[in-house]
């Protein structure tokens, strides 16, 4: 899959609403969707949406709750240094 480049596009934080609220967007324009917004099974807190634009190129929409992340590694949950990873540092304002 050389064929295949990604590319990344990060703006502010977007909440679990919001993540909703484009998946309710992309049904009423027709957009094909390739997974509805669901909680990953590996990683709390970690909600995305998957959708094709008009081109063809796949879109992700994610929501990170930090929190629950937090919580399920001081509940003894398994959260390793690449699940971590997968999150922007956080910061205020």
Do not use: N, W
């Amino acid at each position: 899959m050389d064929h295949l480049k990604r590319a990344t596009a990060r703006r502010r934080e977007i909440s679990r609403e919001e993540v909703d609220e484009a998946y309710q967007r992309c049904l009423k324009a027709g957009a094909r969707i390739h997974f509805p917004p669901e909680e990953d099974r590996d990683i709390p807190g970690y909600v995305e949406l998957f959708f094709f634009d008009p081109d063809g190129f796949r879109i992700e929409i994610v929501h990170q709750d930090l929190k629950a992340l937090a919580q399920a590694g001081q509940e003894g949950g398994e959260v390793t240094a690449e699940e971590l990873s997968r999150f922007p540092e956080q910061r205020e304002g």
